[in-house]
């Protein structure tokens, strides 16, 4: 099925702009994390956790070979994945919203501490919010 335009449509734009200029797995971090009331959401997120978890092995290669020579396009996609974010927090899911926001900044943070530090940021607030959704899920 070819993909259909707006289907990851927020206030401030298309998902898919941002995930596409991103390498393989760092693009599907975000699909993933911005798919709430696309599916099953803590399935998506496990999906994310996932794929954070598989960038970390091409992190270093895709900064290397885009962010350093494009300071200016990370810039915006970091920029533009804020602004989801903001819309994310709004739609009740904050612990994903910031878990994007450091996605997107253990992407293209040129220090490889501060990559590091985002990225494990990251993973655990996914897991806190993977935890929430099921606590809220059995009740």
């Given at each position: 099925m070819p993909y259909r335009r707006g289907y990851y449509q927020y206030k401030s734009g298309e998902v898919?702009?941002?995930?596409?200029a991103l390498?393989?797995?760092?693009?599907?971090?975000?699909?993933?994390?911005f798919r709430p009331g696309k599916g099953r959401y803590v399935?998506?997120?496990?999906?994310?956790l996932f794929y954070l978890?598989?960038?970390r092995?091409?992190?270093?290669?895709?900064?290397?070979s885009t962010a350093p020579n494009l300071p200016f396009?990370?810039?915006?996609?970091?920029?533009?994945?804020?602004?989801?974010?903001?819309?994310?927090?709004?739609?009740?899911?904050p612990l994903a919203a910031s878990a994007a926001a450091?996605?997107?900044?253990a992407f293209t943070a040129r220090p490889r501490a501060a990559r590091a530090d985002a990225d494990a940021n990251a993973e655990g607030l996914?897991?806190?919010q993977i935890n929430l959704l099921n606590k809220f899920n059995k009740e």
């Open positions: 898919l702009d941002v995930v596409v390498p393989f797995a760092q693009g599907n971090v975000l699909k993933y994390l399935e998506d997120l496990g999906k994310a978890q598989q960038s092995d091409t992190v270093d290669l895709a900064i290397s396009q990370a810039t915006r996609l970091v920029n533009k994945v804020d602004e989801f974010a903001e819309e994310l927090e709004e739609r009740g899911f450091h996605a997107i900044r996914i897991k806190e």
